[in-house]
């Protein structure tokens, strides 16, 4: 289509550098083995396991040797074993297990903490992946995958069996292939783009079966799970046996689902650290709604949840699925160019599934357009129901002095400050902070304000007021967890937090009340955000066949993303897209590492960041503030940018500066931030 597409990069060897930090786990040039005091050296070859300690830090950057004693003799790659390491006993995963003759006497292990291994081979290698990748100690990585408990019984293993009727995906354009790749044993990555409304749950039961015919394992990940997930419960229906690893499990199911998958259970699903579950036979992972910026983990280390599949599939010869009804950029360009397989529904059946969507120019002076205000009293007659969607929640987004036209700002980090709790408190959207509402502008005294910008919470109090007779909810943050019956509400007022899938009730009309926000973030990524947020409302609000209807109020309908949206084309967003991202050197044609150094020493960490990437042949943008966010550190903190053809590389090049950070000072390295 005459879009351009980004070099592939040449594969790179690791480089080891000595004296510039720890070696990793993938580093054969291994220390001296640890020795016991007072016992004498093997006269002869013993068997000797290398183990990671689970201790997250730096300074704990690679394997130690340990003596197998005979009563261990099965002990095998991937097992979770207990260890002395600095004076205590600890936890570490056994990297490998082979007869040496030590030179010095070693400390044995002290026992297996569980039978089955919770890191085969095969994992092992993606744990090096991901430690390398994204800048982590090896023992932080080890222990995701570790289950929150050991001790208990989990049900034996079974295989894949039964499963939905394969008469959804055959439908689509390329679904034959993808069948048939899963089928036949092959390997590779695919993007698997749903048509709107479709059942979710027994397309990838297909893809699950399939997987069982072919003798092998399968996952499933959702994004998020903390409202339910309509996928898991419909797989559950479909395969009784689906073994659930994700957080809405107690500690102690999720324990027993993760140890079954480990003795070799078949089907496995849950959230984004399910892309680790111990599945030794692997055949099938599927990641649904692959966009969602919940794949991305917060916490060290912070993987991305579809590269870590993508590299696992490659490891285990198995086939990756990234599917989504919108799916995000990268995935896009990859299945456009050829990289990966592709299978998509037709245009007339995307056509058929789209609702009536309207353009409305925004109201001067009010939250809802004259013509939504009647499509919305028509609704209502039919006795149907309404959705109404604003971006902010609280009661007014500004509060500006009427005398001195200034507005109110927070006090931490001088962000304007919005009015909530029925304009009795106000509060900072960027940190957080909250106090009751002062009684005169702090400038000048003055006691009038006025209040710009309507929140959930106002916008549901003229709601009442326009529509007296209809029943009104309202779901935002402030509200979520209080008991409510949203279903009986004749109209449906929230924020983004009350569309997810789980617990959105059904309606007829959905009307987004400033698109603008969306479109005009300061982010790279706001016209992706919004082109997928808008088909979610789509999606939420019905094909027109059955009446459905959304109403976008914006100031800019010429837009490729309302547009996209508009004519339900996927590939007419993503080609006016791709040039701007190319130009700017924006994903994918790069890809993103963000160091952020807080502390006395931030200044010299991110020049040795900056230079280090530099040399690395890396674009360095910065370093700038970071963005405010709690406390002083956060707000005292610097960034930088960094764009280069190989992340992987790069960051493996910063791992002596990590591991060097003074005491005082702290440097982060976020590989692919979202």
């Known amino acids: 289509m005459g879009l351009p597409e980004p070099p592939a990069a040449s594969p790179r060897r690791p480089r080891l550098t000595a004296g510039r930090g720890p070696s990793t786990i993938a580093d054969p040039s291994l220390p001296e083995p640890s020795a016991a005091p007072g016992e004498p050296a093997a006269s002869g070859p013993i068997l000797v396991a290398r183990v990671v300690p689970l201790v997250p830090v730096w300074r704990v950057d690679k394997p130690f040797s340990y003596s197998v004693p005979e009563t261990l003799a099965d002990l095998a790659p991937g097992n979770l074993v207990r260890v002395r390491f600095g004076g205590r006993s600890v936890r570490g995963i056994v990297i490998s297990v082979a007869p040496e003759c030590p030179r010095l006497p070693l400390e044995p292990v002290l026992g297996a903490v569980v039978g089955p291994p919770l890191a085969p081979p095969p994992l092992l290698q993606l744990i090096r992946w991901t430690t390398r990748r994204y800048a982590a100690p090896p023992g932080r990585t080890l222990r995701r995958v570790v289950p929150p408990r050991v001790r208990v019984e989990p049900l034996p293993p079974c295989a894949i069996s039964g499963g939905p009727p394969g008469e959804r995906l055959p439908t689509y354009k390329g679904g034959d292939g993808l069948i048939a790749a899963i089928e036949r044993g092959l390997t590779g990555t695919w993007a698997l783009r749903w048509r709107s409304g479709e059942d979710r749950a027994a397309a990838i039961g297909e893809l699950v079966a399939a997987a069982g015919r072919a003798g092998g394992a399968a996952l499933v990940c959702v994004p ?171 009661y007014a987004r500004t509060i500006w002095c009427a005398m001195c036209r200034r507005s109110l700002r927070c006090p931490r980090c001088e962000a304007g400050v919005a009015s909530q709790q029925g304009r009795a408190e106000v509060a900072c959207p960027r940190c957080g902070w909250s106090a009751s509402a002062p009684a005169a502008c702090p400038s000048c005294g003055a006691d009038d304000f006025r209040l710009l910008g309507a929140g959930s919470e106002r916008l549901a109090e003229q709601v009442r007021l326009s529509f007296p007779r209809a029943a009104v909810a309202r779901i935002d943050p402030d509200v979520i967890e209080e008991p409510r019956d949203a279903l009986a509400a004749d109209i449906y007022v929230t924020t983004w937090i009350g569309t997810k899938a789980a617990i959105r009730p059904p309606v007829e009309l959905v009307g987004v009340l400033d698109a603008d926000a969306l479109i005009r973030r300061p982010h790279w990524r706001a016209a992706e955000s919004a082109y997928q947020a808008l088909s979610e409302m789509a999606e939420w609000a019905g094909p027109a066949s059955e009446g459905g209807r959304l109403v976008i109020q914006c100031s800019e309908p010429g837009h490729h993303a309302l547009q996209g949206v508009a004519r339900a084309d996927y590939g007419y967003f993503l080609e006016r897209e791709l040039p701007g991202r190319a130009e700017l050197l924006y994903p994918p044609y790069r890809e993103l590492i963000k160091a952020t150094a807080s502390g006395p020493a931030r200044s010299e960490l991110l020049d040795a960041v900056g230079e280090t990437c530099r040399r690395a042949g890396a674009l360095v943008l910065g370093p700038i503030p970071s963005a405010p966010n709690r406390g002083r550190e956060a707000r005292e903190a610097l960034e930088l940018l960094v764009k280069c053809a190989d992340a992987g590389e790069v960051a493996a090049e910063l791992r002596g500066i990590l591991a060097s950070v003074p005491s005082g000072s702290r440097l982060g390295v976020d590989v692919d931030p979202r």
């Open 224 to 394: 998020e799970v903390r409202y339910g997930s309509s996928v898991l419960e419909g797989l559950h229906g479909h395969f009784p046996e689906l073994a659930r690893v994700d957080s809405a499990m107690g500690a102690g199911d999720r324990s027993r689902s993760w140890l079954r998958l480990a003795s070799g259970h078949a089907l496995g699903g849950g959230g984004r650290a399910a892309v680790l579950a111990p599945t030794p036979s692997l055949r099938l992972i599927v990641l649904d709604e692959e966009h969602h910026r919940t794949y991305k983990e917060d916490r060290s280390p912070a993987y991305d949840s579809r590269r870590v599949a993508v590299e696992r599939a490659r490891l285990q010869e198995a086939v990756c699925v990234l599917a989504s009804s919108c799916p995000s950029v990268e995935v896009g360009a990859q299945a456009l160019w050829g990289r990966i397989g592709s299978a998509a529904p037709s245009r007339e059946a995307s056509r058929a599934a789209r609702p009536i969507i309207e353009l409305l120019g925004r109201p001067e002076g009010g939250a809802l357009a004259t013509d939504l205000h009647h499509r919305i009293n028509d609704t209502l007659r039919r006795g149907a129901r309404v959705a109404l969607l604003t971006t902010s929640r609280g």
